[in-house]
């Protein structure tokens, strides 16, 4: 067994309700909050009561969109001005990576750009970052147990990652209640960058015992509860009859399948689809999980064919049996059987090629290129080509 190491939030408080206990819980780590949202900031609200009740002050900072560098600094100053000891990311992945992006370059000296990957100089963090907790109310960036804030740089038109193990949060709240309502376009592309996440993390190079058994029960619960979850949100409200109690599972199911990915990305790594998605996901103005999601079946079965004929006994291959067993639930499902599952689930789910968001031909190329330089296709199972990743794109417009 090849050796590991393990790298968690401090704490998870995770069930339907948890939300209440921010006020108490903060009042832990400080005594002024940050309280970081994302654009809709539903359930803000609830937060800042808790918070007040508890006898901590609070200051409120909206990221709209997908966080970029320039809101990031603009939240460092918010921080820092009025004395903030506690940042709390409330809401997607955007605004969770945005607050721990905050939270680590309010406590580091410098500029941004000293700390980012790729387009930066990727120093370490000299500084614990302040204590930062995450509170998500969507299912599927597992943000809220990860190590790294994706940011997009406008300016060089690329998505890239701060990372560093201070980076884990001092304590998750996973509340699925606060996914319930979501509509089905987020239900979905967030449900299925959970998805991608855990089959990435299953056939990476570095996957561990502890990774691989979360991805497996990741894999399973999307499976069955995404597809529960997305007709449920697709559904007329007004329609008479009563709620099928599975909806309400299903919902929790994600909520667990997103936190699994998370831990299982922070640990194990990802692929070629996250490799590609940080390039697509600067130039395009598109859902992460949709960018994902319209790679995935491509990625999977570039990977599959590659391996057959460049590494037949590696044990990604294995794994992507399994994967196909997972998704079909038939115990004699092959790996290409696998490929497909996720090809119908997509389509089910109103997945779009990447052409509908302007991806054309002619950006392959650049598209490649940037793919190389991100840290994602270290851990792909198989070391792919310039051919094979720009025939992956091709497939995918």
Known sequence: MSPFELALPGRVHFGRGRLREIGEIARELGKRALV????????????????????????????????????????????????????????????????????????NPGALLDYLEVIGLGKPLERAPLPFIAVPTTAGTGAEATRNAVLASVAHRVKVSLRSPLMLPRVAIVDPELTDGLPPEITASTGLDALTQLIEALVSSRANPLTESLCRDGIARVAEALPLAFDRASADPRLPGPIDPRHGSARDAMALASLWSGIALANAGLGAVHGLAGPLGGMFDAAHGAICAALLPEVMQTNIQALRRRAPADRALDRYTEIARLLTGSGDATAERGVEAIRRLCAGLGVAPLGRVGVTLDQVPALVAGARRASSMKTNPIALTDEELAGVLERSI
């Open 36 to 107: 970081v949202t994302g654009g809709s900031k539903r359930h803000a609200a609830q937060s800042l009561e808790s918070l007040a009740a508890a006898g901590l002050r609070s200051e409120v900072f909206a990221v709209t969109g997908e966080p970029t560098t320039t809101a990031v600094e603009r939240g460092v100053d918010a921080a820092r001005g009025p004395g903030v000891d506690v940042v709390i990311g409330i809401g997607g992945g955007s605004a969770i990576d945005a607050a721990k992006a905050i939270a680590a370059l309010v406590t």
